[in-house]
């Protein structure tokens, strides 16, 4: 026994197993769950759902049925996953914010554009609409290859075959195994102008088809910002983005003021989430133009945004929040679709339409072969009734008298096995309406329409008319002008963007900037008396520095690192607490220290100093730093870190060191850089003698130090007088022993 099962191990590696299998399952992701059929534009669970709904008669005519019982159905017979996959598909059918031309009429809570969820599907009810049955029409004329269900107890369509061009009215998105799908929705009427277009004229270019149908037209409405040559380049290569912005109102106030109304955002964002977002900001003075947001929507979207004054201009607080909040949306087109040959790639516009005219070819042909045949069949029946009418008394003879009428039927009136079945299966009430007259009539009219249907399948330029004439249909249902048909995304492309300095309107006003030892910053209203500050802070922390600033000035953090740090006073939080770290404003490392914070003035000049004496002077308008990361200013390292900025006010330098020297020499020496490490300024002969401070003076104004005592005066400081790079002579009698000069 152990030896046949040893035989019958199959030796394989490792790698190649995993490799056989991962593509299996790829293979069955891509093409039975994610990606959409490029014919109709439907992906297995939306194709299941909508034939389960037509096989329970759920037309728009029908009433509404419990979804659970749609769901069951689904499951039961056609798609073998989870009751949740089915339903979430079902709910998205429904939703008006999320399809462009719903496919499920529902009654209910089918979830709303706040994202609050569905209800469960035993409470909510539904049934087809007119776009669904579009899309299904012809099914039951052998228009489509029907397959056998996962356990062969029933059929499946294939594909769908009605004209609607579902895949380009409501767009989808999926997620498969190393690719995605996101196809935005279109307005059909112009689908369908684009779709005779290629009928007429199957190699039109990229951009006379754009010229038919212009970019998106979501069901939430927006606007389109993009020029025409971006958005032909989009659909050229199937990939791209399309710049979305909301659409927006200007309501009049009272005395001069104004408000602004969103009335439509962007597809795919959440309403409540991006009146949270703005909110957020506005709190934390990140949107200096914007005083408050409401949401004040009903059935219709309402989001009131009020200004901070009425002197703010309504253009340019609406360009800062396109650029700052997700009220601009970059909608990131990808057509990657199920081709005819069931083979996943990604398709540009005139690939999609060519397929879906060629499949409606296809089905056309099919359905007029079905309807052929059944003509045959009905003009036989015909000759057979013909038969009956004229010989009526011998054939109710034959069928009372004779034990075998059909085949004395067919041996006498030569008549085929149809015929005779057909006329014994006529029912008595029925003989009274075989009148030759009416016969005839019928049987003219089949011929002539098997005469049409006969040319049509011989005649590619009939079915191209016959083609035509289904979009015209679809196209005049849903005409622009007709509530649902209605062009809702609007193309107005950008001629020129409004740059906006949001900092000009921030309302200029005095503050007292406070920061800790352990980095905690905050700004209190007002110029407060430096010298008399009643601050609290965290247990063991205790002040930094504190400095005088307006709310429009820009605040400067050197670290240790050498890197400038860059904060908006308008943008520091409320001194009515602790702060905020100034680590989770600006990425500054937990082990760097804070040199020094300071008002920046982009006109003045700073001397930047490292531990060992090394230093150079940089401009202000080099100190500004753009990103949260900082600008690298000063080069340093772990044993030399940056330790001083001073301010540029002096045509002198005064240095002193731990190594009880004093050196003064001429601003005038120390070069000015952008970045670097600097040039000697005091010399040091030990490595762990170091820089204890740094200050300007005017030489005609005198040298000094300031301590508690008061400010001493040296009447000659020509001693301590040098050239950079020196070490300076020995600290003069009474200078203070900690080496500072002092305020």
């Known amino acids: 026994m152990v030896k046949e099962i040893v035989e019958r191990i199959d030796s394989q590696q490792l790698a190649d197993a995993l490799s056989t299998r991962y593509l299996s399952y790829a293979v069955s992701t891509i093409v039975s769950r994610a990606l959409p059929d490029v014919r109709d534009g439907l992906k297995p669970v939306h194709r299941r759902i909508l034939y389960s709904m037509l096989r329970q008669k759920l037309s728009p005519s029908a009433a509404f049925r419990k979804c659970a019982t749609v769901v069951g159905d689904v499951l039961g017979h056609y798609h073998p996953h989870g009751d949740s996959s089915v339903y979430d598909a079902m709910v998205r059918l429904a939703q008006d914010f999320s399809v462009r031309y719903p496919l499920i009429d529902g009654q209910g809570n089918f979830g709303n554009i706040d994202g609050d969820p569905q ?57 498969a195994v190393g690719m995605a799908t996101n196809i935005p929705t279109h307005n059909v009427a112009e689908v369908c102008d684009a779709l005779t277009l290629m009928v007429d004229k199957p190699d039109s270019t990229t951009a006379q088809v754009m010229r038919k149908m212009i970019g998106p037209d979501f069901p939430t409405g927006g606007v389109l910002i993009d020029d025409f040559d971006t958005i032909v380049k989009n659909y050229e290569s199937g990939k791209g983005a399309f710049r979305i912005r909301a659409r927006y109102e200007i309501e009049e106030l009272e005395r001069g003021g104004y408000q602004v109304v969103i009335t439509e955002i962007p597809y795919g964002i959440i309403k409540s989430k991006l009146v949270e977002q703005i909110g957020e900001m506005v709190d934390a003075k990140k949107l200096p133009l914007v005083d408050d947001i409401s949401d004040e929507s009903t059935t219709d979207v309402r989001i009131v945004i009020t200004p901070k004054t009425r002197n703010v201009p309504a253009d340019k607080m609406m360009a800062h929040l396109f650029a700052t909040t997700d009220l601009e949306y970059k909608f990131n087109m990808n057509f990657n679709v199920i081709d005819s040959n069931g083979a996943p790639r990604v398709m540009g516009i005139c690939d999609v339409l060519t397929e879906f005219i060629r499949h409606q070819k296809n089905v056309l042909r099919r359905r007029s072969g079905w309807r052929l045949r059944n003509i045959e069949k009905r003009l036989e029946i015909l000759g057979g009734l013909l038969v009956v009418y004229l010989n009526l008394d011998r054939v109710i003879e034959i069928i009372r008298t004779e034990d075998d009428p059909k085949a004395v039927l067919m041996a006498e009136f030569k008549l085929s096995d149809i015929q005779v079945e057909s006329i014994l299966n006529t029912r008595l009430r029925a003989l009274r309406k075989l009148e030759e007259m009416e016969i005839r009539r019928e049987d003219k009219n089949l011929r002539e329409e098997r005469e049409q249907l006969i040319a049509l399948l011989g005649d590619e330029e009939i079915q191209n008319t016959q083609i035509k004439a289904w979009f015209a249909d679809i196209k005049k249902q849903y005409d622009k002008k007709t509530t649902l048909g209605r062009r809702r995304t609007t193309w107005a492309p950008l001629t020129e963007e409004i740059v906006v300095n949001a900092e000009e309107f921030i309302e200029k006003e005095p503050v007292t900037v406070i920061l800790s030892t352990m980095g905690w910053i905050r700004a209190a209203k007002g110029h407060m008396d430096l010298n008399n500050l009643d601050l609290k802070f965290k247990e063991g922390d205790e002040l930094q520095c504190a400095f005088h600033a307006m709310s429009t000035d820009k605040i400067n953090l050197f670290g240790s690192s050498g890197r400038m740090f860059t904060l908006t006073a308008n943008d520091l939080p409320s001194a009515r607490g602790f702060g905020e770290s100034v680590r989770m404003m600006a990425d500054i490392g937990a082990e760097e220290n804070i040199v020094r914070a300071f008002v920046l003035d982009t006109t003045a000049k700073y001397l930047v100093v490292s531990r060992h004496g090394n230093g150079f002077i940089v401009g202000g308008e080099n100190c500004v730093a753009q990103t949260r990361n900082g600008k690298q200013v000063m080069n340093v390292d772990d044993t030399n870190p940056a330790t001083f900025c001073v301010a540029v006010d002096g045509d002198t330098v005064a240095m002193s060191g731990s190594n009880d020297k004093l050196l003064l020499f001429p601003t005038a020496e120390i070069p000015e850089m952008i970045r670097g490490k600097g040039v000697i300024l005091q010399k040091y002969n030990a490595e762990r003698t170091y820089v204890l401070d740094v200050m300007f003076f005017n030489a005609a104004d005198g040298f000094g130090w300031t301590t508690g005592r008061g400010t001493t005066k040296l009447d000659d400081w020509r001693p301590w007088f040098g050239k950079r790079a020196s070490q300076g002579h020995t600290i003069p009698v009474g200078f203070p022993r900690s080496g500072k000069f002092g305020k």
């Open 119 to 175: 209800a469960a599907y035993r409470y909510t009810e539904s049934k087809m609409t007119d776009a669904a049955m579009l899309i299904m029409d012809g099914i039951d004329e052998d228009s489509v290859d029907m397959m056998p269900n996962f356990d062969g107890t029933t059929v499946e369509p294939t594909v769908m075959p009605g004209a609607f061009p579902n895949l380009l009215a409501n767009g989808g998105m999926g997620i």
